[in-house]
């Protein structure tokens, strides 16, 4: 299993935990204070559940390496849903790698040679040299992807802010609300 694969059953399963957990504090038969606490406990684990994911996440791309495969370009599919591209290329042992970029647009043509930079942890392009075709000598450059995953960090401390109003409601003397 891949680490990506595991990074991802982990999160969700973390995450339909907790939502879980945060519907428990909905029921009416509980007094305010436990359904405050339920509600606190199950934010709590969804700051938990996103701020991991996003750490992880960067850890993982920011340690990967960031191998070099210099081949011919083949199944090349630009995606307009999220606006990015996606293709095979094959190094000189004959092993096809799955390159995905954020670049839509010319430069990409079947059957050239180019030579990829990549993140081994999620596949997504670094660098781009098109080493043969009407584009040779056309550079591109992309991001590794880890900024993104700071976003998740961020989500997730909002829930953990959101998780501590709750939990400052089960302590005596303050009213719920």
């Known amino acids: 299993m891949r680490a990506e694969d595991i990074v991802g059953i982990s999160f969700f399963a973390l995450l339909i935990c907790a939502i879980v957990v945060t519907l428990c504090g909905s029921r009416t038969i509980l007094a305010p204070r436990q359904q405050a606490a339920w509600r606190g406990w199950g934010l709590s684990l ?45 190094d000189a042992t ?9 670049h839509r ?11 990829v930079r990549y993140v081994a942890y999620n596949n997504k392009l670094v660098e781009l040299d098109m080493l043969s075709g009407p584009y040779g000598a056309w550079h591109l450059r992309e991001s590794s ?7 998740w960090v961020v989500i997730g401390l909002i829930f953990g802010l959101l998780a501590c109003r709750q ?10 609300a």
């Open 46 to 90: 969804i700051s938990v559940a996103l701020v991991g994911f996003g750490l992880v996440n960067f850890q993982l791309i920011h340690s990967s390496p960031r191998p070099v495969v210099e081949g011919n370009l083949w199944d090349i599919r630009q995606e307009f849903k999220n606006g990015s591209t996606r293709f095979m290329i094959t």
């Open 94 to 102: 004959g092993q096809a790698v799955m390159i995905l970029c954020s």
């Open 105 to 115: 647009g010319p430069g990409f043509v079947q059957g050239e040679r180019a030579r």
């Open 145 to 151: 992807g880890e900024v993104g995953y700071w976003a």
């Open 167 to 176: 939990l400052a409601k089960t302590r005596p003397g303050q009213t719920p």
